[in-house]
Nanobody, 120 residues
């Protein structure tokens, strides 16, 4: 079992930045950030494996950076050049297997989420 707690969400204007954090109760091979808007499917944003290999959704490439500090069991998401369409609940997830892609269905452990709102 892995317990995940996100923080760092908030309200910013377009073009602004936010840094999300996710503290895990134990280390996992793969951790990632996902987002969900009411009425839409949950989508993968960025994932990173224990070796530091990262995968990003096309919509955030060049703007978001995922990183992890395994000494602190913490996952981060640095979000720059935010757009109104980035507004969503951002959730942290973890899994133990070798797959480390952005398909939400592959992840068994989820946090409660942190809201990000970007105004134009």
């Amino acid at each position: 079992q892995v317990h995940l707690v996100e923080s760092g969400g908030g309200s910013v204007q377009a073009g602004g930045s936010l840094r999300l954090s996710c503290v895990a109760s134990r280390r996992s091979n793969c951790m990632g950030w996902f987002r969900q808007v009411p009425g839409k499917e949950r989508e993968g944003v960025a994932t990173i494996d224990i070796h530091g290999a990262a995968t990003y959704a096309e919509s955030v490439k060049g703007r978001f950076t995922v990183s992890r500090d395994d000494a602190k069991n913490t996952l981060y998401l640095q979000m720059n050049s935010l757009k109104p369409e980035d507004t969503a609940m951002f959730l942290c997830a973890a899994r133990s297997g070798t797959y480390c892609g952005t398909e939400p269905v592959a992840y068994g452990y989820w946090g409660q989420g942190t809201q990000v709102t970007v105004s134009s």
